[in-house]
């Protein structure tokens, strides 16, 4: 297990190095001007612009500008080119709420995900199977912005969820716990739309992984032994199914922190996602370097306990 942590955690660090180099030459490649105020703004002096350019490193070559913008990200030094201020505190202030969030999508998609999954698998073939799984893809086919647009205007003319932001303004709350529960009002929303494409391939997986495990031979054998169906179905064959729940852990992190840029633009909700959408438009480089080498750090980590949870789950499984 020691060397498989180490072998994992050493590959782990140089993709991250790899992904944090590509996206940051695709990033500074792409058309437009990371200056504030635009090129072509009179008002502007060629030396404040020249200063501009050396405080973010802009007058040095690309590969120059990747390693001090990572030696200033790893000193704490790295400043957002928006307003100056310390990337690392833009970004911790967002974190909580993408933290929330995610979370709570993880948690939807996983549990409703089995549910569904065992619902599947035990009317698989007749209608009842039949009716979920066309749902189940047509969720799995949609984009994500279309049914958060589409919940936003159904919602707000036939109901009064909230649809922007994580909180009510104006409202003097009478103590912590009608705080907590407007927040989670708040971000029950956004959460539910994030978690849809999670449910339909964790349904997916755990279906196939039941159906397979009905096939077995010893479930053959207690079924010839008499034992009850539904013994049968939840004690033995669901133990053996969820392999694919854990191990879809890893994949489900990245999907949710790419899904959670389109969620939290159209909610306004205030987390890393939108921090990465507005750095886009604005050109902040720093803000983007940053983020993308925190994200991919997060998936890679997320990939690795998912590997480690499946050697617990199923014993004959080694991590060597």
């Excluded at 500074?28 to 050396?54: C, D, H, M």
């Excluded at 647009?149 to 994580?166: D, H, Q, S, Y």
């Excluded at 750095?279 to 998912?306: C, K, Q």
Aim: net charge positive; charged share 15%; glycine share 8%.
């Amino acid at each position: 297990m020691l060397n498989f942590l180490v072998r994992r955690l050493l590959i782990s660090a140089f993709l991250v190095f790899c992904i944090s180099l590509v996206s940051f030459f695709m990033i500074t490649l792409a058309p437009g001007s990371p200056y504030p105020w635009g090129e072509l703004n009179p008002k502007i002096t060629p030396q404040v612009k020249e200063a501009f350019r050396k405080k973010f490193h802009l007058d040095r070559p690309l590969h120059e500008q990747y390693w001090l913008n990572m030696r200033d990200l790893f000193s704490g030094e790295l400043r957002s080119i928006k307003d100056d201020r310390p990337v690392l505190g833009r970004i911790l202030e967002r974190l909580p709420a993408t933290v929330t969030l995610n979370v709570a999508a993880m948690a939807l998609s996983l549990t409703f995900g089995l549910l569904i999954g065992i619902h599947c698998a035990r009317y698989a073939g007749r209608p009842p199977d039949t009716i979920v799984s066309f749902a189940v893809f047509v969720f799995i086919a949609v984009p994500t912005f279309w049914i958060a647009n589409l919940a936003i205007i159904g919602l707000v003319k036939f109901a009064a969820v909230p649809v922007l932001g994580t909180q009510s303004y104006g409202i003097a709350f009478p103590g912590a716990l009608s705080m907590w529960l407007d927040r989670v009002w708040h971000i029950a929303l956004p959460a539910t739309i994030l978690s849809l494409g999670g449910i339909a391939v964790q349904s997916r997986f755990v279906r196939a992984s039941m159906i397979e495990t009905l096939r077995e031979g010893y479930i053959r054998t207690a079924r010839a032994k008499g034992l009850d169906e539904e013994a049968i179905f939840y004690k033995h064959a669901l133990r053996n199914s969820i392999r694919p729940l854990i191990t879809g852990i890893g994949g489900l992190l990245p999907a949710l922190i790419g899904g959670s840029v389109i969620v939290e633009t159209i909610f306004a909700y205030p987390g890393m996602g939108r921090l990465g959408y507005e750095a886009v438009l604005e050109r902040d480089y720093p803000t983007l370097v940053a983020l993308n080498f925190i994200v991919a750090g997060l998936v890679l980590l997320g990939n690795l306990v998912s590997d480690i949870l499946y050697a617990v789950v199923d014993p004959r499984v080694r991590l060597e």
